[in-house]
């Protein structure tokens, strides 16, 4: 079936760096992503999302990438701080009847 | 912070034991959605709801029941509990007219003993 997969189980980066987690999809109909941060012991929180007629979205130290002919998602983080180490997940829909797949996710340590 | 509480926390049960898993939210939100996810793996859909009398089987095979009643409560039975179903169980809600984001509870961390 359609899968939602990310590249690189754990990420380290050093304080101060950029980090970029990156997500890869099947499902070419799909048209509306978001990335998630989910934190030990907490439910998943929304960081930002981007449907499919843009290719870039940019929030607080966050930007999201989409690259439709290769079905291809990245997160960008700026200045990666310590609260930024976490498990990131990306998940996609394809229409208002979907339902939401996540991907593996990747773990985010963020080194001093 | 995203108004969808799940009870209780953490539970540990016995094995053959029913238990309820609750979840509510006051966002008025059509759609509803239970994810199992086992430490450090991805979440897999186990149920969902467009609304009120409407549920549906998710991606991952799953022995708990759910039931929709009302709009803002979900909540998922398992009839007799078995150490394979030791999990965390996450809640979570989206608005149903549109793509937006789905808000998700705090989890149960469930232990089948």
């Known amino acids: 079936g359609e899968s939602v997969g990310l590249h690189l189980p754990t990420l380290s980066v050093q304080e101060g760096d950029n980090s970029i987690i990156n997500c890869a999809y099947s499902n070419s109909a799909s048209d509306y992503f978001i990335w998630y941060k989910q934190e030990s012991g907490k439910g998943p929180q929304f960081i930002i999302d981007?449907?499919?007629?843009?290719d870039k979205r940019q929030g607080q130290r966050v930007t999201v990438l989409l690259n439709k002919t290769v079905k291809h998602l990245s997160l960008q983080i700026a200045a990666t701080q310590p609260g930024d180490s976490a498990v990131y997940f990306c998940?996609?829909?394809?229409?208002?009847?979907?339902?939401?797949?996540f991907g593996t996710g990747t773990r985010l340590q963020v080194t001093l | 912070e995203a108004d969808i509480y799940q009870t209780p926390r953490y539970l540990v049960i016995g094995t053959g034991k029913k238990i309820t898993l609750e979840c509510s939210q006051t966002m008025g939100h059509d759609k509803m959605y239970w994810y199992q996810q086992d430490p450090g793996m991805e979440l897999h859909l186990i149920h969902y709801s467009y609304g009120v009398n409407s549920t549906e089987k998710g991606d991952l095979s799953s022995e708990s029941t759910v039931s929709r009643i009302r709009t803002e409560h979900f909540p998922l039975t398992l009839e007799s509990a078995r150490p394979s179903h030791t999990s965390q169980y996450l809640c979570?809600?989206?608005?149903?007219?549109?793509?937006?984001?789905?808000?998700f509870g705090q989890g149960t961390r469930l232990t089948v003993v």
């Open positions: 979570a809600s989206s608005m149903g007219q549109m793509n937006t984001e789905a808000f």
């Open positions: 998940a996609e829909n394809s229409g208002t009847a979907s339902k939401l797949t």
């Open positions: 981007i449907r499919s007629n843009m």
